[in-house]
């Protein structure tokens, strides 16, 4: 009779364990994408995913995913804490078409950091970049983003945040290299050796129409703006616009843009030039008379017929 018992209990833990529901696939702290990956995998080091999407999914809140080697690896909504990093592997592209946008940055209270990648618009409407509808910091280093039918870089925060941009190029899109909307107060954009080319709209360009009462505060230093189709930095507003805050440029370089400064909300935000070259602009500034200000310490040459109070801002010099 025990071994009947026995082997009915064995049994009834046999029908058990085949009737438990099968576990759901773990995260990682650390993730893998490569080129011959594959989404099934579940992205560890020797078992690649194939698309940051799925290597996204798979990593834990506040972990990172590595590049392994040169690919394509896809549009990416993020809505996370998370790294994406390429260290010298060769390119880690993401081809936007179809009006899409390449990486989406919606995620609250957030830390992103993008580092080593490229998005390339290609084909029938390259759509945008990068749109960042929220992020408490983005950081974005070391970057290509190129060819796009929208801007660059799209920033339109719903709450406070910081927008930091270094060793990155911005070049070749249909509206501006950069574009900036606020639409909280207690925003912070930092852009440190940017390169801001051939966009045919601003360089970089601030929207002050949705902000709030608050502040946003803008520091360009050791960056470029040059042959954009309007303003190499400029500030644009309505009438009743609200932004107030700072927009400083310092030891940078504006040339052959329509304007090489615009602000038009001077009397909100406050735009500062030091240490810079401004040359070969249709206009080296335009806004009124409070429009830019100068430490005394820029260099200016060959821009075009004033368009205000500072000329071809040899007042800036």
Avoid at 35 to 42: A, P, R, Y
Avoid at 239 to 250: I, K, M, P, R
Avoid at 295 to 305: D, E, H, L
């Amino acid at each position: 009779m025990a071994k009947i018992a026995s082997f009915l209990t064995c049994i009834a833990v046999l029908l058990g364990l085949g009737l438990a529901p099968m576990p759901a696939q773990a995260q990682l702290a650390r993730t893998y994408v490569s080129s011959l990956g594959s989404d099934t995998n579940d992205c560890n080091r020797l078992t690649p995913c194939r698309t940051f999407q799925a290597a996204h999914d798979k990593t834990f809140d506040q972990g990172e995913i590595t590049v392994l080697d040169s690919g394509g690896y896809g549009a990416l909504m993020i809505l996370k804490s998370i790294s994406i990093v390429n260290d010298g592997v060769g390119e880690a592209g993401v081809l936007v078409s179809g009006g899409v946008v390449g990486i989406e940055v919606n995620a609250r209270n957030a830390y992103v950091n993008l580092r080593g990648i490229t998005i390339q618009g290609i084909g029938f409407g390259g759509g945008t970049g990068i749109r960042v509808d929220g992020a408490f910091a983005l950081t974005i280093t070391n970057c290509s983003i190129r060819n796009l039918t929208n801007h660059g870089i799209d920033y339109l925060p719903s709450f406070p945040g910081t927008l930091t941009v270094s060793n990155t190029i911005i070049a070749d899109n249909g509206g501006n290299g950069i574009s900036a909307m606020p639409r909280a107060d207690g925003v912070i954009i930092n852009l440190t050796r940017v390169e801001l080319y051939n966009n045919s709209q601003d360089g970089f360009g601030l929207n002050a129409s949705q902000q709030g009462s608050g502040q946003t505060h803008v520091a360009v230093v050791d960056s470029v703006a040059a042959n954009n189709f309007q303003a190499g930095f400029a500030s644009r507003g309505t009438a009743s616009a609200v932004l107030h805050g700072e927009l400083n440029v310092h030891r940078s370089v504006s040339s052959n843009n329509f304007y090489g400064f615009f602000n038009d909300v001077n009397n909100h935000m406050i735009m500062t030039v030091s240490n810079s070259i401004v040359g070969m602009n249709f206009s080296g500034a335009w806004g009124g008379s409070l429009a830019v200000s100068s430490f005394g310490n820029n260099y200016s040459f060959a821009n075009g017929p004033p368009g205000d109070a500072f000329g071809d801002l040899m007042s800036l010099k």
